[in-house]
Antibody, heavy 126, light 108 residues
Framework: EVQLVESGGGLVKPGGSLRLSCLASGYSLSGYSMNWVRQAPGKGLEWVSSISSSGNYLYHADSLKGRFTTSRDNAKNSLYLQMNSLRAEDTAVYYC???????????????????WGQGSMVTVSS | EVVLTQSPGTLSLSPGERATLSCRAS???????LAWYQQKPGQAPRLLIYDASSRATGIPDRFSGSGSETDFTLTINRLEPEDFAVYFC?????????FGQGTKVEIK
């Protein structure tokens, strides 16, 4: 079964740091762009970041102002989100999702976010 | 940045009725890369429609998507009890890969 499982969420004080992980199983992460999406309590979905299959291309939401960094380790089939200088407004469920670009050989296709993890709750509070 | 505006905010319907959800983009969506997701309470979003009109694997044919450029529609024919949920549209052709604010389909 193809699935994504997030871990690393929890309660952190304002100004603190947290690192989320997303482990893929049932398929190889390489070849796929990956993403982080968050959802504050009772709110809509907010795209956070995207990373290319090689990890060479990164895109982050402007609102994050450089506090978050996305990385991946294809050998470990894993995606990461390093979150620094956390604020109360970062409180949300964080989802990893497969999508953006899929490349196989010399062919690449744009794909929607077709596989999502179950989410990891991050609470920023003193 | 492509801003997506969904309407209505809430749709109150009865099982068996048709739901029509709208998603409007502030600029043309690149190559029609527009998706619809369904989300139920406590669950992750689920992909329903991609490329504006293609159903994802396992999605019933009562769900259909249409539209192009800046105007897109998700139609749910003959609402089933399990269809009452929140629906989001998203453009994934350019970064930031923005989402609409969502439409809640509730039981009347």
């Amino acid at each position: 079964e193809v699935q994504l499982v997030e871990s690393g969420g929890g309660l952190v004080k304002p100004g603190g740091s947290l690192r989320l992980s997303c482990l893929a199983s049932g398929y190889s992460l390489s070849g796929y762009s990956m993403n982080w999406v968050r959802q504050a309590p009772g709110k809509g979905l907010e795209w956070v970041s995207s990373i290319s299959s090689s990890g060479n291309y990164l895109y982050h939401a402007d609102s994050l102002k450089g506090r978050f960094t996305t990385s991946r380790d294809n050998a470990k089939n894993s995606l990461y989100l390093q979150m620094n200088s956390l604020r109360a407004e970062d409180t949300a469920v964080y989802y990893c999702a497969r999508g953006g670009l899929y490349c196989s050989g010399s062919s690449c296709n744009v794909i929607a976010f077709d596989i999502w993890g179950q989410g990891s709750m991050v609470t920023v509070s003193s | 940045e492509v801003v997506l505006t969904q309407s209505p905010g809430t749709l109150s319907l009865s099982p068996g009725e048709r739901a029509t959800l709208s998603c409007r983009a502030s600029q043309s969506v690149s190559s029609g890369y527009l998706a619809w997701y369904q989300q139920k309470p406590g669950q992750a979003p689920r992909l329903l429609i991609y490329d504006a009109s293609s159903r994802a694997t396992g999605i019933p044919d009562r769900f259909s998507g249409s539209g192009s450029e800046t105007d897109f529609t998700l139609t749910i024919n003959r609402l089933e009890p399990e269809d009452f949920a929140v629906y989001f549209c998203q453009q994934y052709g350019t970064s930031p890969k923005t989402f609409g604010q969502g439409t809640k389909v509730e039981i009347k």
